[in-house]
């Protein structure tokens, strides 16, 4: 699977929109581009994925860039709750495989 | 609906001691993973089961690791003669083709 790269901590105010980038130089056309996040003592959950279309769901949206090379995960009004560690993963839509999880970016929501 | 659960939460063992650890996933769910991670690492896959079948056990990090799912539901990860470096949080996650639920994984201490 490509690699990614994420900053690895960011800050942002409760209620402001928190943006998170990601960086898949390496992703290949058939690769989709996957959002999960990790709170503390508890295991990843499931955000977004998509393959090039920008998406949106109730947790949040997913810009990709047309070259594909970069996206951008949403939260448009953080709140305290969101503070967790969100990983960025590129994937082939191809039946159950495994995640290949870089460090992620530790993302604190501010009072 | 129940997620996926672990037990236990929470193993001590003393470096030498076997280990088992147990993974109940969604019902119905064909995929199952096993992943490690390290403090401030992102979970690394060890195994991944298709029903009662083992198809990778790539990641498993010595002959010490075995996994089983005997009859394609419950799965149990056995770690023998454990090590102070086997000390991680252990997820158990099962899956659809699109997305992988996981478990709130097993913290384990070697001392």
């Known amino acids: 699977d490509a690699k990614t790269t994420q900053p690895p901590s960011m800050d942002c105010a409760e209620g402001r929109a928190a943006n998170l980038p990601c960086n898949h130089s390496t992703i290949s056309g058939n690769e989709y581009v996957y959002w999960y996040r990790q709170i503390h003592s508890q295991g990843p959950q499931y955000i977004i994925h998509?393959?090039?279309n920008n998406e949106t769901n109730e947790m949040a949206s997913l810009i990709i860039t047309e070259d594909r090379k970069s996206s951008t995960l949403i939260l448009p009004h953080a709140t305290l709750r969101d503070t967790a560690v969100y990983y960025c993963i590129v994937r082939v839509l191809r039946g159950a495989q495994k995640l290949v999880f870089g460090q992620g970016t530790r993302l604190t929501i501010n009072p | 609906g129940a997620g996926v659960s672990q037990s236990p939460r929470y193993k001590v063992a003393k470096r030498g001691q076997d280990v088992a650890l147990r993974c109940d996933p969604i019902s119905g769910h064909v995929s199952l993973f096993w992943y490690q991670q390290a403090l401030g690492q992102g979970p690394e896959f060890l195994t991944y089961?298709?029903?009662?079948?083992?198809?990778?056990k790539s990641g498993l990090p010595s002959d010490r690791f075995f996994a089983e799912r005997p009859e394609g539901s419950v799965s149990t990860l056995k770690i023998q003669r454990t090590q102070q470096e086997d000390s991680a949080v252990y997820l158990c996650a099962s899956s659809t083709d699109n997305e992988q639920f996981f478990g709130p994984g097993t913290r384990l201490t070697v001392l």
């Open positions: 089961f298709q029903n009662e079948a083992q198809l990778d």
């Open positions: 998509g393959l090039k």
